[in-house]
């Protein structure tokens, strides 16, 4: 059964304190992974796409990797609007989605 | 940008009610997806379609049913709504293959089954 675990749960970081969130995946047949951010309210939101072991993707202060076994969420620098939860899901070759519960990152002032 | 609108942010219906819920999205994507979103459960997959009048089950089809008539529309209908079913409720579209491309989500009802 593809599973996909992220941690922590919940993150308190105060503004400037960098970071990480991690995803773990068991899949079979990995397609894509994908790391969105949600806020309060609204539907999730696409950040970045990781296809392969030793891909980077960098967006602002936010920096996506991805190995066989798991991903990485890097946050330089964060800022209080960084604040949000943020998923990461899995799509297999099968063309399902997994999703994980989440990391509700807190950035304070 | 894509953008999927659905039709309600909150709705509060009562037990036993058959219950719509409606998805439109504006760039022509192929895919069209329902989820739940349940703390702790993270996001399941209830039905999605890859096409108009295709539909196939997702994790937890119980209890739901879907209508895809137009390709810009996707409908989620609880049958006989039950307690259970209060969540919230996101639908998603993307262009095929599945699996490959991100998913552009709406911003989602939130239900309560009283």
């Known amino acids: 059964e593809d599973q996909v675990t992220q941690s922590p749960e919940a993150l308190r970081l105060q503004e400037g304190e960098s970071s990480s969130l991690n995803c773990s995946y068991t899949v079979s047949g990995l397609r894509g992974l994908f790391w969105y951010r949600q806020d309060p309210g609204k539907g999730p939101e696409f950040l970045f796409t990781l296809y392969s072991a030793g891909e980077e993707k960098e967006k602002e202060r936010l920096k996506a990797t991805l190995t066989k076994k798991e991903s990485f969420l890097h946050i330089t620098a964060p800022k209080p609007e960084d604040s949000a939860t943020y998923l990461c899901?899995?799509?297999?070759?099968?063309?399902?989605?997994?999703f994980g519960d989440g990391t509700t990152l807190t950035v304070k002032p | 940008d894509v953008k999927v609108t659905q039709s309600s942010r909150y709705l509060v219906k009562r037990t036993g009610e058959k219950v719509f819920l409606e998805c439109v999205q504006d760039?022509?994507?192929?895919?069209m997806f329902w989820y739940r979103q349940d703390p702790g459960l993270g996001l399941r997959l209830i039905y999605f379609s890859y096409d108009v009048k295709m539909k196939e089950k997702g994790d937890i089809p119980e209890g739901y049913s879907v209508s895809r008539e137009k390709k810009e529309r996707f409908s989620l209908i609880l049958e006989s709504a039950s307690t259970n079913q209060t969540s919230m409720y996101l639908c998603?579209?993307?262009?095929?293959?599945?699996?490959?491309?991100?998913?552009?989500f709406g911003d989602g009802t939130r239900l309560s089954i009283l």
């Open positions: 899901a899995v799509n297999t070759n099968a063309g399902k989605s997994t």
């Open positions: 760039m022509d994507h192929e895919n």
């Open positions: 998603a579209s993307n262009d095929p293959p599945l699996g490959d491309q991100p998913q552009h």
